[in-house]
């Protein structure tokens, strides 16, 4: 231990409290001992620390701060420079602001594009992902705070996110969704990590040993501190056991008396406490961000605005340009409609939730370009109401104009922590909208705004179509800018567009009903799946367009990597991203057809050509081998592809690569689905073959226990239960029609039982959590003398540790 000269005159239960939050963003600080305290806040794309009394879901307002564009959307660039920028505004904002652990960024993989949060997470590849992660991570480090990615691990669907069982084998587990973490790890240095709320393979993800010790710190050599995500924790004992530091939010005082308990009982060792305790204050006395002159830096927010407009710039994808409508002539008369280009959906809602510094819009800034305004209209109400008296109005000014500029996407409620988009469709009215105007106006170009994949069936109404994604506060000049060409877009969809969300891997299986979520499809996550499964996608990824065009030649396949030229043929200057996939035909095992291994974002003038080299790493031939439990190589000739997406492949190679082992782990009779790619109806016993156990139970059966949710009061034996179910159930209801999520009601209502005790700021203990569940199955008496005597036991906690703290 580092510290062990300080730990050695804590007494037990100092130990045990600076291992739970002081308050909703605080950790302890223990003044006897000069351990300061630790400030968290979330971060993905803006510093959101709260001005007054702090709350996980950012109900109370929080300090003005840049609204970078979403990880989404900056995923688009392929840019690890931009995020680097971009974490380096944000490490320099956090420590303004005095926040030491920016909980950013998010990079779960995205399995189905219906998951709320995917604004917030980068990919569905891992590869792209990690690389993006861990330049954010670089930069905010840069910078004195400490980076903290999230969510660790297999956390892929909001509803129910705190109860649901992750059910996977361990080579999609490791291949897919750890992938971008061991990169952010191992080359981002991550001084912390945050576990996820799920049950990976009936083990929370906060107590598995496998994950956060044989993984995390002793495969990988993180040595940072792991942190719950707010209200994670389960067990805080078998947390601790498990190698996770930090429970956040407070819980009161019933965790760590939990601790101090399990070392006088002899279930928990002093020495696992000791561990934690290290880890924590090498953070807090180590980070720069403490010293106070560094708290008090100022920041140019200005040159943040400038730098969230690049991003928007860089990350935004021209997805169609039919007979070359963009850029438009200076002098070209256009119509602003759609209520985003007044309102602009820039960033999603949820814990992440900035408050902007400013906020840019269309038809503010339009008048500052080279084009002749016929007038702009909101058109339509964001949120779905049929408005005849805005339709027209829109209808009427299409017809005066040479082009249309259309403005749309998904609606706040589409796109939020807490919920799960149940289609991929946009509005019904934002249509019917645009079926209206092609009927007066066939040149529209379609400027979306959506963090996440949507179904485009009408994009043969447009002819051109912009996406700029969550594209941040400074967003609408971005867009601008690319409009009438002083910037030529770049961006390429950093995942797939399917035609229809019936065609996505996981359409069977996302989200889980009950209990368990089961990743039937394994590898065969975006385009892994479309493009070995030979199934047509609207956009595939890596897709973008530009206003100038690209050739690729002089490919060398190398030992250590690949090189080749790429040359600018057009008349305009412009960004090119090189993709470097690389797959094996006659494998062994079940595998993709092309895995991307490499990029590489590349300026070419017009004219220009670039030498261009990409390099192997230890991950470009790996797969997971389990029967070896270890990462192998195969033996075989490999397909080096360079290609401009998935499938624009420019040049073609080959190498011989030597394997590490002769020894292959599936058998191909007996898993079809897999080594056919045919994956969207696995059968119970091929799946079982591929984890390797029998699948666990799904169904709700039997009593309510504390680690169910609240929303499964609809199945509780008390009146009153299911009367409150029914309650959450109308509210719920009623903030989906007014369009804008009711975060407080969407947490309570997936919440677990158990989140009473820990969410609540002590107000409840575990034992009183356990009596209220009691109530809901109907023991009313047993319920409420449980619930009595865990009050009693609370105040008395609570009061010892109240003057173990006045003693500090």
Avoid at 79 to 105: F, H, N, S, T, W
Avoid at 364 to 385: F, N, P, Q, W
Wanted: glycine letters at 8%; charged letters at 25%.
């Amino acid at each position: 231990m580092k510290h062990r000269d300080i730990i050695e005159k804590m007494t037990l239960e100092e130990k045990a409290l600076l291992l739970s939050g002081k308050n909703e963003w605080q950790t302890w600080n223990l003044d006897k001992h000069n351990i300061p305290s630790l400030f968290c806040s979330d971060g993905p794309h803006g510093i959101r620390k709260q001005a007054g009394e702090g709350d996980h879901l950012g109900l109370n307002p929080s300090l003005p701060a840049t609204c970078f564009p979403t990880a989404a959307t900056v995923a688009n660039s392929w840019d690890e420079k931009l995020g680097e920028e971009i974490g380096i505004a944000l490490g320099g904002e956090a420590r303004a602001l005095g926040v030491d652990i920016v909980l950013a960024p998010g990079l779960n993989i995205k399995r189905s594009p219906l998951c709320g949060r995917n604004f917030e997470y980068f990919s569905e590849d891992p590869y792209l992902a990690g690389k993006m992660a861990a330049a954010y991570i670089r930069g905010i480090q840069s910078q004195g705070a400490a980076a903290c990615p999230k969510h660790f691990a297999v956390n892929s669907q909001e509803t129910r996110r705190m109860v649901m069982n992750s059910v996977i084998d361990e080579r999609t587990l490791r291949e897919i969704y750890l992938t971008a973490f061991e990169i952010a790890v191992k080359e981002g240095k991550a001084k912390a990590i945050m576990s996820s709320y799920n049950q990976i393979n009936g083990v929370y993800a906060n107590e598995n040993t496998h994950l956060l010790r044989e993984i995390l710190r002793d495969e990988w050599g993180f040595n940072g501190i792991v942190i719950t995500d707010w209200g994670g924790s389960n067990d805080h004992v078998e947390g601790v056991k498990a190698g996770s530091d930090l429970e956040m939010p407070a819980a009161g005082f019933d965790s760590p008396h939990a601790l101090v308990e399990a070392v006088q009982k002899g279930v928990l060792k002093e020495e696992a406490i000791d561990e934690c305790v290290d880890r924590i204050l090498e953070l807090s006395l180590t980070l720069p961000q403490n010293n106070e002159s560094n708290k008090s830096k100022e920041v140019d927010l200005k040159a943040h605005h400038q730098l969230a407009k690049k991003a928007a710039e860089q990350s935004t994808v021209l997805l169609k340009n039919e007979e070359a409508i963009l850029p438009l002539k200076a002098g070209t008369k256009v119509a602003l409609i759609g209520d985003f280009a007044f309102d602009p959906r820039y960033q999603g809602a949820g814990s992440s939730l900035v408050n902007p510094t400013q906020v840019d819009n269309m038809v503010e800034l339009i008048s500052e370009y080279d084009l002749e305004l016929a007038g702009y209209v909101r058109g339509y109400v964001r949120h779905g109401k049929e408005d005849e008296e805005l339709e027209n109005a829109a209808v009427n000014l299409a017809k005066h104009a040479d082009v249309i500029l259309y403005s749309f996407g998904l609606d706040e409620m589409s796109e939020s922590e807490g919920v799960d988009r149940t289609h991929m469709r946009i509005k019904k009215n934002q249509i019917a909208l645009l079926e209206k105007l092609v009927k007066v106006n066939t040149n529209i170009i379609g400027i979306l705004g959506a963090g996440a994949p949507i179904e485009m069936p009408w994009e043969k109404h447009l002819k051109g179509i912009l996406h700029g994604y969550l594209c941040g506060q400074a967003g609408a000049g971005a867009i601008l800018d690319i409009i009438v060409g002083k910037v030529n877009p770049s961006g390429k969809i950093c995942e797939t567009y399917p035609v229809k969300y019936e065609d996505t891997p996981a359409y069977h299986y996302f989200p889980a009903k009950e209990k368990t979520s089961e990743y039937r499809e394994s590898v065969y996550v975006g385009y892994r799946y479309y493009d070995t499964a030979n199934k047509m996608v609207r956009y595939p990824f890596g897709f973008g367009m530009s206003y100038t065009e690209f050739q690729y030649s002089n490919l060398a396949v190398e030992k250590n990597g690949v090189e080749f030229d790429i040359t600018n043929t057009g008349k305009v200057d412009g960004a090119e991203i090189a993709q470097l996939y690389i797959g094996l035909h006659d494998s062994g095992i079940f595998r993709p057809s092309k895995e991307l291994k490499g990029f590489k974002k590349v300026f070419l003038k017009s004219g220009q050509t670039k030498h261009v080299r990409i390099e192997f790493d230890d991950k470009t031939f790996r797969f997971w081998n389990t029967k070896t439990s270890k990462w192998e190589v195969e033996s075989g000739i490999y397909s080096i592809m360079i290609g401009t997406n998935v499938e624009e492949i420019c040049l073609y190679g080959k190498i011989a690569v030597s394997g590490t082992t002769e020894i292959i782990p599936y058998k191909p009779e007996w898993m079809k689905s897999y080594y056919n790619a045919d994956i969207s109806h696995v059968p119970d016993g091929e799946f079982e073959q591929l984890l390797g156990t029998l699948i666990p139970e799904e169904n709700w059966e039997g009593e309510l226990t504390i680690n169910d949710a609240i929303c499964q009061m609809y199945y509780a034996r008390s009146f009153l239960a299911r009367a409150v179910y029914h309650i959450l159930k109308k509210m719920k209801k009623k903030s989906e029609r007014k369009g804008k999520p009711d975060l407080n009601i969407l947490f309570i209502y997936n919440m677990p039982f158990r989140a009473l005790a820990k969410m609540t700021g002590g107000r409840l203990n575990m034992e009183m959590a356990e009596g209220i569940v009691k109530i809901v199955n109907g023991h009313f008496i047993r319920g409420m003398h449980t619930v009595i005597r865990g009050c009693f036991k609370n105040r008395s906690v609570r009061k010892k540790y109240m003057l173990e703290i006045e003693k500090e």
